[in-house]
């Protein structure tokens, strides 16, 4: 990751946290103190309710700064289906200028309500998750 904290005061490292967002759902990991390289160990999942498989899955990075606004690290952006197809995967943090300045280490697991195979026709051609699902996304490093 890009070092938050730069400066003649500052440690030239980072206290990094995400913002994971899938549709009106919202979820804050834990911050990382003082690294450019986060593991995160501890509460670093979340379940979403997911109806779609096309729905986007957006992940911000911060860098936390006690008193002051956050800096933004980093954001990557991807589908439902891209998570779970590849279920394990790393994705570059774009920064607002396109540059990537890092990436990051996704996990997801999925189940559903209802199995595809028993949804109306209607939905599986929509790729609607019957009755929705339930999506876990673990951020790692």
């Avoid at 979403?48 to 729905?55: C, W």
């Avoid at 997801?108 to 051609?125: D, G, H, I, L």
């Amino acid at each position: 990751l890009k070092a938050g904290d730069v400066g003649l005061l500052r440690s030239n490292k980072s206290d990094p946290y995400c913002i994971v967002r899938i549709g009106a759902q919202t979820w804050t990991s834990p911050v990382q103190k003082r690294t450019i390289d986060p593991v995160w160990t501890e509460d670093n999942s979340h379940n979403f309710l997911v109806s779609k498989f096309g729905q986007s899955v957006v992940l911000d990075v911060y860098d936390y700064d006690w008193g002051n606004e956050d800096d933004f690290l980093g954001r990557c952006q991807l589908t439902v289906n891209n998570l779970l197809t590849a279920g394990d995967l790393w994705v570059p943090l774009l920064f607002t200028d396109g540059e990537e300045y890092g990436k990051i280490h996704l996990k997801a697991e999925y189940s559903t309500v209802v199995p595809m195979c028993e949804a109306p026709k209607e939905q599986r051609e929509a790729k609607q998750l019957p009755g929705g699902g339930r999506l876990v996304v673990l951020v790692d490093k």
